[in-house]
């Protein structure tokens, strides 16, 4: 069982920076592949990364890639989402995910834990 918390949420004008944070508790954290995912009002949850469980590789949705950037601290139990020249589409509620997968998915399914989730909202 893995425990999920985000944090760093909040109200950022266009163009501005945000970084959300995800501090994790139970099983190894370090078994874990990681992701970010994000729901708009009245839209599917949409991927926007994921990272490997023990290397730096990560992957991301075409929308966000070159903008978003995915790390995490294995040592603090901690994954973390950069974002960057924040648009208003970005708008969303935020939720980390932890799969125990040697692959990085892309499907909300493949992820067996969620965090609550945290409220960004770009505008000026």
């Known amino acids: 069982q893995v425990q999920l918390v985000e944090s760093g949420g909040g109200l950022v004008q266009p163009g501005g920076s945000l970084k959300l944070s995800c501090a994790a508790s139970g099983r190894p954290f370090s078994t874990y592949v990681m992701a970010w995912f994000r729901q708009a009002p009245g839209k599917e949850r949409e991927f926007v990364g994921a990272?490997?469980?023990?290397?730096?590789?990560?992957e991301y949705s075409g929308s966000v890639q070159g903008r978003f950037t995915i790390s995490r601290d294995n040592a603090k139990n901690a994954v973390y989402l950069q974002m960057n020249s924040l648009k208003p589409e970005d708008t969303a509620v935020y939720y980390c995910?932890?799969?125990?997968?040697?692959?990085?998915?892309?499907?909300?399914?493949?992820?067996?834990?969620w965090g609550q989730g945290t409220q960004v909202t770009v505008s000026s």
């Open positions: 995910a932890a799969a125990n997968t040697r692959i990085l998915p892309r499907g909300s399914k493949e992820y067996h834990y």
């Open positions: 990272i490997a469980a023990i290397t730096p590789y990560a």
